[in-house]
């Protein structure tokens, strides 16, 4: 089985473009790959990294260096490289839902998406607050958001809130229903089929016994309770400032975080530019960059590949497992 991926370059000022326009310099024999994007911000991304780039029409099939499927989603205005415009932010949206919508009715297998610049999108009229939410809301379902690298695993319990939202958004009935697609994505999407699962505190020292926060005690404890009552190996809740030292990450699968920066900064620097954004729950496997649009060296060609390299990779690697175990 060679999967069909769909590529989502995000913000065509940023990054996204150039690095889909190296990508596209070695021809890939584990999987197809196809763009959703402007052209010309592809050739622009090209032209200023002096890289061989043919558009394709989809359908064709890339297999010379340079080569690149293209389905074609205009910007309104043209992309400039570094100044993020939003004008565009009505492309950058419809290039997402059309490639989820194809994956959703099967005619790709997986989905691959580079950065977007939030800030543009919500200036340009789109309230936006993560890919992740906005590919949830399109399928109808719950996901989780999960950071992964050779290293360790981060899935969040919240994600894209202001901190002094987290302690509410966090309920026994959401963390049961979190810890079950994670644990549900390790089996299904990882071959893990008994996952260790470390859940983190809220508090500071998971809350020193109440001391310094009840929320261990009255939410988060409860919850874990009840899995572990049905099988699931969770081990916490756990203090934080100690739960990813060494000796102790070579016990767990996955980590769940309770906030973004609580997991996040730990997860990049153990790996950052190797990690790969990963959203659990969706009817096709999704991955996508652990950086952002890096507006100030757009262009330039000294921006990393290896990211978007790894998260190419890694969708491969999940559609292959979801088409084996969904074969009858």
Do not use: W
């Not at 290293?151 to 309920?171: K, Q």
């Not at 699968?253 to 620097?269: I, N, S």
Request: negative net charge; contains cysteine; aromatic residues 4%.
């Amino acid at each position: 089985m060679i999967p069909r991926l769909a590529l989502v370059p995000g913000e065509p000022a940023g990054i996204g473009p150039e690095l889909c326009v190296r990508l596209a310099q070695a021809p890939r024999s584990d999987c197809t790959l196809a763009v959703f994007a402007d052209p010309a911000a592809l050739r622009a991304a090209a032209d200023a990294l002096a890289l061989p780039l043919r558009v394709l029409a989809p359908g064709a099939s890339a297999e010379l260096p340079g080569d690149i499927v293209v389905h074609p989603i205009a910007n309104e205005a043209p992309a400039v490289f570094g100044q993020a415009d939003p004008r565009n932010a009505r492309a950058v949206i419809e290039a997402l839902h059309v490639a989820a919508q194809h994956c959703l009715d099967g005619t790709f297998d997986g989905l691959v998406t580079g950065p977007v610049h939030k800030a543009t999108i919500n200036a340009g009229g789109i309230p936006y607050s993560g890919t992740t939410e906005l590919l949830a809301q399109q399928a109808g379902c719950d996901v989780v958001m999960m950071l992964a690298n050779a290293t360790v695993r981060v899935a969040l319990a919240t994600t894209h809130l202001p901190l002094r939202d987290v302690a509410h958004a966090i309920t026994r009935e959401s963390l049961e229903r979190t810890l079950r697609i994670l644990h549900r994505a390790m089996r299904r999407d990882f071959g893990l089929q008994q996952p260790r699962i470390a859940v983190l505190g809220l508090n500071p020292h998971a809350g020193e016994g109440g001391h310094l926060g009840r929320e261990e005690i009255d939410v988060i404890a409860p919850a874990l309770d009840v899995l572990r009552a049905q099988g699931l190996r969770i081990t916490g809740p756990l203090s934080a400032d100690t739960a990813f030292v060494p000796t102790r990450r070579a016990d767990f699968d996955a980590y769940l975080a309770m906030y973004h920066d609580q997991g996040l900064p730990v997860l990049k620097a153990l790996g950052f530019g190797e990690s790969v954004n990963v959203t659990l729950g969706l009817p096709y496997p999704r991955t996508s960059v652990d950086h952002g649009v890096a507006l100030d060296v757009a262009g330039r060609g000294i921006a990393d590949v290896q990211s978007l390299l790894a998260a190419a990779v890694l969708a491969c690697e999940l559609a292959q497992r979801h088409a084996r175990t969904s074969a009858p």
